[in-house]
């Protein structure tokens, strides 16, 4: 008789438990997984299908870390605005709703919300950032990827989620999109984010939000990168603001910069940028002083 095997990351999707192959790879580093009674640590090791597998309880219910990433930096530019999705939802005193769930103050300063809005999530991969809009209050998510069966399956099912897979970001078009977006997130790996801005303008709503992760690995030169980190607190500044510079000569507003809660897998330290089209708010004048504090503010 023949014996089945599958990588143990896959054999933990496969029977439901880990959501998606990279919650199932952190679970392995963590320790939480045994194979026979004895603790796994690669996530290639060959099991057969019959193994018995067990996971420790106590995981996270997000299918990638990123979700982490992506509430750390809503929840810093909630404070900002000083109240959460909730009580805006609530109170209908002194804001005027926007279409798509979009709301502004009466001095034309716009809230960064996620209720009732459709948003374009730019490299969904398994779906972290999806999963955290969708608990938020996103009428619809735009999940976009270039690669293929990433998106964790819950997601891939849930009928608010619309899914764009082998699709890279930087083609994208208004005539792929099935709407408008009012609001973007994106996590991209291995390209600038100012190669995609332009085409992320072109398929989304006029009056939009952007909150975008700046990986500072993929902003500086490859010589500047070394072991693949980048260290010296100079580049990441240089890196956020050259994204930053070049979103302005496009005609966004910069609102604000912070860092992300969690390093890349790699170590490196990443920061989110809130961006904003449209609107009568000119944002943040010094855009240096901002991301200069975000810097010394964040993980060394």
């Given at each position: 008789?023949?014996v ?5 990351d896959?054999?933990?999707t ?14 392995i ?30 995981g ?6 990123g979700?982490?990433?992506l ?18 939802s ?7 709703d926007g ?5 502004q ?19 969904a991969s ?5 999963q955290?809009?969708?608990e938020?209050?996103?009428?619809r ?8 069966g ?16 082998r699709t ?5 078009t208004?005539?792929?999109v ?5 609001m ?7 390209i ?15 009056t939009?939000d ?10 500086v030169g ?17 890196s956020?603001?050259?994204?930053v ?20 897998p790699?170590?490196n ?6 961006l ?8 943040i004048?010094d855009?240096t002083?901002a ?10």
């Open positions: 008789m023949q089945t095997r599958r990588r143990l896959a054999e933990l496969r029977r439901g438990l880990a959501r998606s192959r990279e919650q199932a790879r952190e679970l580093a963590a320790g939480a997984v045994q194979v026979r009674g004895v603790a796994a640590t690669k996530a290639a090791t060959q099991v057969e299908t019959s193994a018995p597998i067990t996971v420790e309880s106590g996270s219910k997000y299918v990638s870390r979700a982490l990433k509430i750390g930096a809503l929840d810093a530019f909630e404070a900002v605005d000083g109240r959460n999705d909730r009580e805006r609530d109170d209908s005193t002194g804001l005027s279409d798509d769930g979009r709301e103050d009466h001095d034309g300063k716009r809230s960064l919300t996620v209720t009732g809005r459709r948003v374009l999530d730019a490299g398994t779906g972290g950032f999806t955290v809009l969708l938020r209050g996103a009428e998510v735009l999940a976009v990827d270039v690669g293929y990433q998106l964790a399956w819950p997601l891939r099912v849930d009928p608010r989620v619309d899914l764009l897979e890279n970001v930087r083609s994208l208004v005539e792929a099935p709407y408008l977006a009012s973007v997130v994106a996590d991209l790996s291995f600038s984010l100012r190669t995609v801005l332009p085409a992320l303008l072109g398929c989304t709503d006029p939009c952007y909150l975008l992760m700046v990986k500072p690995q993929f902003e490859r010589e500047q990168v070394g072991d693949g980190v980048v260290r010296d607190p100079e580049l990441r500044k240089r956020v603001e050259s994204v510079r070049f979103a302005i000569g496009l005609g966004l507003s910069f609102r604000g910069v912070v860092a992300s809660p969690l390093p890349g790699s170590g330290v990443e920061y989110f940028i809130w904003v089209r449209g609107g009568t708010d000119p944002g004048v855009v002083e991301i200069d504090a975000a810097v010394q503010e964040g993980p060394s």
